[in-house]
């Protein structure tokens, strides 16, 4: 079983039903869970993931709902201090990013999926597509 940190992106493309984007996104987490790999996000994407959610939705419960949805499935990593400060020196240009890699790779996670690849060029953690994943 493998640990797999899954982008913001992703998940927003599930919940938003991103037209382009929401088959290979959905596809991807569906197999990681069959697999029985351990799914997950950040506390930070979640923060994320509640502002974008709720600018679509317009409702605080049902954007309440959809996070206590996604904690039944999603474990929730922590990003400490040492996390922020690496990213401020990482090889990785966009500093989210850095903070989502070295989270990654403190948490012991063995990839990060998004869509977003070129974001993570000089990543020192293995980073997948959803449509290479599926």
């Given at each position: 079983?493998k640990?797999?940190?899954?982008d913001?992106?992703?998940?927003i493309d599930i919940?938003?039903?991103r037209e382009?984007?929401v088959d290979?996104?959905?596809s991807?987490?569906?197999k990681?869970?069959r697999k029985g ?5 950040t506390?930070k ?16 419960d049902?954007t309440?709902e ?13 990003t400490?201090?040492?996390?922020t ?7 990785v240009a966009d500093?989210?990013?850095a ?6 790779i403190?948490?012991?996670?063995d990839?990060i999926?998004?869509r ?19």
């Amino acid at each position: 079983m493998k640990k797999v940190l899954v982008d913001t992106c992703v998940i927003i493309d599930i919940l938003l039903d991103r037209e382009k984007f929401v088959d290979d996104s959905y596809s991807a987490v569906s197999k990681l869970i069959r697999k029985g790999d351990t799914i997950c996000t950040t506390a930070k994407a979640m923060t994320d993931i509640f502002y974008i959610v709720h600018h679509s939705l317009h409702d605080n419960d049902k954007t309440k709902e959809v996070l206590l949805k996604l904690s039944r499935v999603y474990q929730i990593l922590d990003t400490k201090e040492k996390d922020t400060i690496m990213a401020i020196t990482s090889d990785v240009a966009d500093y989210e990013d850095a903070v989502m890699v070295e989270t990654a790779i403190a948490n012991k996670v063995d990839f990060i999926l998004t869509r977003n690849i070129k974001d993570y060029k000089k990543a020192k953690i293995k980073v997948i597509s959803p449509t290479e994943l599926n």
